[in-house]
């Protein structure tokens, strides 16, 4: 089961997944809030993936969808905290060149100024 937090920092949302990405319904709740995000004008996100215990293909392809949902909005959608697991998924599928990705959210969250 995923479970999510958004927080603000900076004027960019920060999205913290933790569980098991694995999408389905989950992804469908994250769409809704991005879609939700977006209509109040934030087009930046930082998805915190430190709290990610395992993720499949299905939550990795809920994460391109998040990812050209903000780019269509004119935005853009950066990774950060991204553990072992999860990046050797990124290695494997060649998406770790898809995605920018920074070591904490801080980090993340500044690229965008």
């Known amino acids: 089961m995923m479970h999510f937090d958004v927080d603000e920092r900076n004027g960019a949302a920060v999205i913290a997944l933790s569980g098991d990405v694995m999408g ?4 469908s709740a994250l769409h809704d809030r991005l879609q939700q ?3 109040e004008g934030k087009r930046n996100v930082v998805i ?7 993720m499949n293909s299905s939550g990795l392809g809920m994460l391109i969808g998040a ?19 999860v990046q050797s998924l990124l ?3 060649k998406l770790s ?5 920074h070591d904490t959210v801080d980090e993340a969250v500044a690229s965008f100024h």
């Open 67 to 85: 990812l050209t949902t903000m780019r269509n909005a004119g935005g853009d959608l950066r990774l950060a905290r991204v553990g072992d697991r």
């Open 24 to 27: 389905g319904p989950d992804g």
């Open 48 to 54: 915190d993936l430190d709290g990610v215990r395992f």
């Open 97 to 101: 060149a898809v995605f920018v990705h």
């Open 37 to 39: 995000l977006k209509s």
């Open 91 to 93: 290695m494997i599928t």
